[in-house]
């Protein structure tokens, strides 16, 4: 395939997600033509997101509480608006995830339940290089069941000379944790290297020492394929603000295996939402749990939240996600190709993609260490309309994303990258 500028509006034009563009709103307000490569981190607002906002509002100001029981939606059951939606999204049965809260809170509530460790069996394995919020649930984690971090909490590194981390190593640390082993902890798509790690195989590896798996899905859902189900995953958690689209601080979800949810002694925190439905408003004493995610549920639904949450979703069902990952698996054939040109054709300032090339060990997000002048060729891009993220002490991150980012954004983005790399020294 060449990579041009013509070959990238070819590409635009057979393009069937194409007019999902226009159901996303370009930020405004930002140096223009913006090319926005931050979907990763907050994921455009859909066009739809206002009038479903909007909903709600009129629904309250027509109702009142009656709002609960009336209306399009009533709140009663709005939080049932999802697990459908999101059991598509990771690979799960629909009772398997429910919507509510946020990421590291869920992280914590379900580490309640799946981290129950003794005086043998209490070490957490996890990737180098996590994301802080998780190592700081780890961490406190520990500590409130009397370990010591540094001794409960292990993480893995790839090997001198290497970015990422080998499956294999990973397997055979699992192996060599062995009994002590409680618990496997690691992202789907670590947030730095963008490197996708093999959940099946780490789930079935922990599985064999005894131990549990759950990941942390927040740079993964709505990017690659997940079947969480399939793969026997205990548990996971993820945010909707990343590659769902859901806004700031939008409310996170999460995933429990049927084997778990069903249980009802599985151990929990437990709030009013979770309780049997049937007798949810009989104000009784003695909590009897729903059965599967939904028993995990505290409080009644995030409407508004929940409501910017649905127009997303309801856009992901319109496109498909397998149709999303097809689209997203060009784009990075495409912009590797491009990258690469644009490596051999810059005298002096090279980069180096810290993302790992197979597309079944990574989603749609690049990082490149930029080896001289990184920040200033960051500010560079910033101000052409490029909006990437910079990473301390060298790394720009960018995420192609195939809702709303087209082919001829990847072209112009080469462009820019050269010039930058060749202007900026
Ligand atoms: C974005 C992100 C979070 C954020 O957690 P919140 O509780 O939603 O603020 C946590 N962990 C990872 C890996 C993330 O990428």
Same mark, same amino acid.
Not at 13 to 41: M, Q
């Given at each position: 395939?060449?990579?041009?500028?013509?070959?990238?509006?070819?590409?635009?034009?057979?393009?069937?997600?194409?007019?999902?563009?226009?159901?996303?709103?370009?930020?405004?307000?930002?140096?223009?033509?913006?090319?926005?490569?931050?979907?990763?981190?907050?994921?455009?607002?859909?066009?739809?997101? *206002?009038?479903?906002?909007?909903?709600?509002?009129?629904?309250?100001?027509?109702?009142?509480? &009656?709002?609960?029981?009336?209306?399009?939606?009533?709140?009663?059951?709005?939080?049932?608006?999802?697990?459908?939606?999101?059991?598509?999204?990771?690979?799960?049965?629909?009772?398997?995830? #429910?919507?509510?809260?946020?990421?590291?809170?869920?992280?914590?509530?379900?580490?309640?339940?799946?981290?129950?460790?003794?005086?043998? *069996?209490?070490?957490?394995?996890?990737?180098?290089?996590?994301?802080?919020?998780?190592?700081?649930?780890?961490?406190?984690? %520990?500590?409130?069941?009397?370990?010591?971090?540094?001794?409960?909490? !292990? =993480?893995?590194?790839?090997?001198?000379?290497?970015?990422?981390?080998?499956? =294999?190593?990973?397997?055979?640390?699992?192996?060599?944790?062995?009994?002590?082993?409680?618990?496997?902890?690691?992202?789907? #798509?670590?947030?730095?290297?963008?490197?996708?790690?093999?959940?099946?195989?780490?789930?079935?590896?922990?599985?064999?020492?005894?131990?549990?798996?759950?990941?942390?899905?927040?740079?993964?859902?709505?990017?690659?394929?997940?079947?969480?189900?399939?793969?026997?995953?205990?548990?996971?958690?993820?945010?909707?603000?990343?590659?769902?689209?859901?806004?700031?601080?939008?409310?996170?979800?999460?995933?429990?295996?049927?084997?778990?949810?069903?249980?009802?002694?599985?151990?929990?925190?437990?709030?009013?939402? $979770?309780?049997? =439905? &049937?007798? *949810?408003?009989?104000?009784?004493?003695?909590?009897?749990?729903?059965?599967?995610?939904?028993?995990?549920?505290?409080?009644?639904?995030?409407?508004? $939240?929940? %409501? %910017?949450?649905?127009?997303?979703?309801?856009?992901?069902?319109?496109?498909?996600?397998?149709?999303?990952?097809?689209?997203?698996?060009?784009?990075? %054939?495409?912009?590797?190709?491009?990258?690469?040109?644009?490596?051999?054709?810059?005298?002096?300032?090279?980069?180096?993609?810290?993302?790992? =090339?197979?597309? /079944?060990?990574?989603?749609?997000?690049?990082?490149?260490?930029?080896?001289?002048?990184?920040?200033? #060729?960051? &500010?560079?891009?910033?101000? @052409?309309?490029?909006?990437?993220?910079?990473?301390?002490?060298?790394?720009?991150?960018?995420?192609?994303?195939?809702?709303?980012?087209?082919?001829? /954004? !990847?072209?112009?983005?080469?462009?820019?990258?050269?010039?930058?790399? @060749?202007?900026?020294?």
């Amino acid at each position: 395939m060449d990579h041009t500028l013509e070959q990238a509006k070819r590409l635009d034009a057979e393009d069937k997600l194409g007019p999902f563009r226009d159901k996303f709103i370009i930020p405004r307000k930002l140096p223009s033509p913006c090319i926005y490569f931050t979907g990763n981190s907050l994921g455009l607002q859909p066009v739809l997101t *206002r009038e479903y906002l909007n909903q709600e509002l009129e629904a309250w100001a027509d109702y009142g509480v &009656e709002g609960h029981f009336l209306g399009r939606h009533p709140w009663f059951h709005y939080h049932k608006l999802f697990p459908e939606k999101i059991a598509k999204l990771v690979g799960a049965q629909v009772d398997e995830v #429910v919507v509510m809260n946020t990421l590291t809170a869920n992280l914590h509530f379900l580490m309640v339940s799946f981290y129950r460790p003794n005086s043998s *069996r209490y070490r957490i394995l996890t990737e180098g290089g996590n994301f802080p919020s998780d190592y700081y649930a780890l961490e406190t984690q %520990a500590k409130f069941h009397g370990f010591d971090f540094e001794d409960a909490v !292990l =993480e893995l590194f790839p090997r001198e000379g290497e970015d990422h981390l080998r499956t =294999e190593d990973i397997l055979q640390a699992i192996m060599d944790c062995g009994d002590s082993l409680a618990l496997v902890m690691m992202s789907g #798509v670590n947030y730095y290297t963008g490197q996708k790690f093999q959940m099946e195989e780490i789930t079935r590896t922990a599985h064999s020492v005894g131990a549990l798996a759950g990941f942390d899905l927040a740079h993964a859902i709505g990017n690659v394929e997940l079947k969480l189900h399939e793969w026997n995953v205990d548990f996971a958690v993820w945010c909707s603000y990343k590659y769902l689209n859901s806004g700031p601080g939008g409310p996170g979800g999460l995933y429990i295996h049927e084997r778990h949810g069903n249980d009802p002694e599985t151990p929990r925190f437990a709030g009013w939402w $979770g309780h049997d =439905e &049937e007798e *949810r408003f009989q104000m009784k004493k003695g909590y009897i749990p729903m059965k599967g995610a939904p028993g995990w549920q505290l409080s009644n639904a995030q409407v508004f $939240g929940m %409501a %910017a949450h649905l127009a997303s979703l309801d856009l992901f069902e319109e496109a498909g996600i397998e149709n999303l990952i097809d689209k997203s698996k060009k784009m990075i %054939a495409f912009l590797n190709g491009l990258l690469e040109n644009v490596n051999l054709s810059v005298n002096g300032n090279s980069f180096k993609v810290l993302t790992p =090339e197979g597309v /079944d060990d990574r989603g749609c997000q690049f990082s490149m260490v930029i080896e001289k002048n990184g920040k200033k #060729v960051f &500010e560079y891009l910033s101000k @052409e309309g490029v909006v990437a993220d910079w990473r301390e002490p060298d790394v720009i991150r960018i995420a192609p994303v195939p809702f709303y980012n087209t082919f001829q /954004d !990847l072209y112009m983005f080469s462009q820019l990258f050269k010039k930058a790399l @060749e202007d900026v020294n």
